[in-house]
């Protein structure tokens, strides 16, 4: 079918990215996917297409990163913890009232400002929780590269981030993933 008597001048190609297509003057190293535990590090992208590991230098960057991330968590973990006991600490110093019949069965003893705290916190948890959670997954992804420097990286930052930040921590976890 002949088209060369449509036109297609008043057409806007501009916002379609059609990539290098092969016109450049250097191929585009493209990011490796491993599904299988590997060492190799040649096109080794971390998580993002922009985290690409293409040298030595990069190489040893970004796992000195990960170290930083993975204990990051353990910081954010211990904060969290903190947070949770300064609002036990804050619940706890205030009076209790006395029981009345205009107590609740559930409130009993407790006053309506520890009620108050005790919402606030509930909604700073929240979303304490759903960054926590969050950060997990990510250190999830960054352990699914599937290479064995990113996987031993994950494990020396978490350990470290243990050894620095979770003094008052059990060493055992309640779930494998967070």
């Excluded at 968590?73 to 029981?99: C, F, H, M, T, W």
Aim: hydrophobic share 45%; net charge negative; charged share 15%.
């Amino acid at each position: 079918m002949d088209h060369s008597h449509m036109d297609h001048s008043h057409m806007d190609h501009s916002a379609m990215d059609h990539g290098d297509m092969g016109h450049g003057d250097m191929p585009m190293p493209m990011c490796s996917m491993n599904m299988l535990f590997t060492w190799n590090t040649n096109n080794l992208c971390i998580v993002f297409r922009q985290w690409h590991v293409r040298g030595t230098a990069s190489l040893v960057f970004s796992l000195l990163a990960i170290i930083a991330i993975c204990a990051g968590y353990e910081a954010l973990r211990e904060g969290i913890r903190r947070y949770e006991s300064s609002v036990a600490a804050k619940q706890d110093s205030v009076p209790n009232e006395p029981n009345t019949e205009t107590t609740t069965l559930l409130g009993v003893g407790r006053s309506s400002q520890a009620d108050a705290i005790g919402q606030q916190a509930h909604i700073i948890r929240a979303v304490l929780y759903g960054i926590q959670n969050f950060y997990a997954f990510m250190i999830m992804l960054l352990f699914m590269t599937y290479n064995g420097f990113v996987m031993i990286s994950v494990a020396v930052g978490a350990g470290l981030g243990f050894y620095f930040f979770g003094s008052h921590t059990k060493a055992l976890k309640e779930t494998a993933c967070h």
